[in-house]
């Protein structure tokens, strides 16, 4: 087999950039969409030019054509697609967080290990080329022992509104951080704890302030803020800083990257995780789907974007937005 048919299950917005980014990578073919709004179904099904549109996910896991799927619902929607789909023997791509609980999460890495097909989860900062090269860097040892962790991931509020309804910052965003500090220190959390700060009124917190200790010893601290001004003239604010022993490694991936300016004001959009390039995505989302598409028409297990990494990587931000209810530290292993 040397290319992928992949359906795609949930068309909300990330869904559809899954579906732009798959449609520029050769080794892959969109065969089939997923999603229980029928007019969105349609209009998606019109756009890629796709035929198979499915309202419920089990006739298109019943479809022998489909090797894979890419799992884009709502994050408290995951395990019962993710679980069918691994015992229908589908390889999966399945969007972050792995699950909104770390007892589904560990229901979806034991359907893994019981499955033919092979579990990716959609870490996506794992393939911006910024965290690879600093983790390559930390794994030459050129900074000693790592013992201290900061991050910014900072967003506007006009972003916000919707998502704070369904997920909180911390779990939503500083997720991703919680994830690549995991990767890069090669350690476990053993404590969170974290505050919150409500602004807008919101199901959830607009502000998440978070603090890790590592087994080893080390620190972390996570600032995640969903309610940047409307004028922030860039999409994202993101940083982080690992200090070693040895060494200190900083990375940027913010204003001004990218500059533009016109009638409205100036711009900085994305450049590394999903720009536009001609109708399709490229960046690091492409990078993942390349690699994911690679590991299943090889039949081979991924080395990132593990699931069982990313369950710890869950646990770790539910215990801080527990401590930020509880207003104490939460303990974890």
């Known amino acids: 087999m040397s290319q992928l048919r992949m ?50 996910y089990h006739d298109l896991l019943a479809d022998p054509d489909i090797d894979a799927v890419s799992i884009c619902t709502m994050w408290d929607q995951h395990t019962a697609p993710a679980i069918a789909a691994l015992e229908a023997g589908k390889h999966v791509f399945l969007e972050k967080p792995i699950a909104s609980t770390v007892e589904d999460a560990a229901r979806i890495v034991a359907a893994a290990k019981a499955s033919k097909g092979i579990l990716f989860i959609g870490h996506v900062v794992r393939f911006n080329p910024r965290y690879r090269m600093a983790k390559q860097a930390i794994d030459e040892g050129r900074i000693g022992r790592i013992v201290a962790l900061s991050s910014r991931r900072n967003i506007p509020a006009a972003w916000t509104p919707t998502i704070l309804e369904k997920i909180g910052p911390i779990v939503g965003d500083a997720i991703h951080d919680t994830d690549i500090m995991l990767w890069l220190t090669g350690d476990r959390i053993v404590s969170a704890y974290a505050q919150t700060v409500d ?4 199901k959830h917190p607009d502000i998440g302030q978070t603090m890790f200790r590592f087994a080893g010893g080390a620190t972390a601290t996570l600032e995640t ?32 990257n990218l500059a533009i300016v016109d009638g409205d004001k100036l711009h900085s959009p994305d450049t590394t995780y999903w720009p536009m390039f001609d109708g399709v995505r490229g960046g690091a989302l492409r990078d993942e789907f390349v690699y994911f598409a690679g590991k299943a028409l090889a ?24 401590s930020a209810r509880a207003g104490t530290v939460i303990r974890i292993g």
């Open 199 to 202: 602004v807008r009124g919101l």
């Open 299 to 322: 039949g081979e297990q991924p080395d990132i974007g593990r699931p069982e990494d990313a369950a710890a990587a869950l646990e770790a931000c539910l215990a801080a937005e527990e």
């Open 225 to 256: 803020v969903w309610c940047m001004p409307e004028k922030t003239p860039f999409d994202i604010d993101e940083r982080m800083s690992i200090i070693g022993t040895e060494g200190i490694i900083h990375i940027q991936d913010t204003f001004p």
């Open 7 to 56: 359906g795609v299950i949930g068309l909300g917005w990330f869904g559809e950039i899954h579906a732009e980014t798959i449609m520029g990578i050769p080794n892959i073919k969109l065969e089939a969409l997923c999603t229980r709004t029928p007019d969105r179904l349609a209009e998606q099904g019109r756009k890629f030019g796709v035929t198979k549109l499915h309202a419920d």
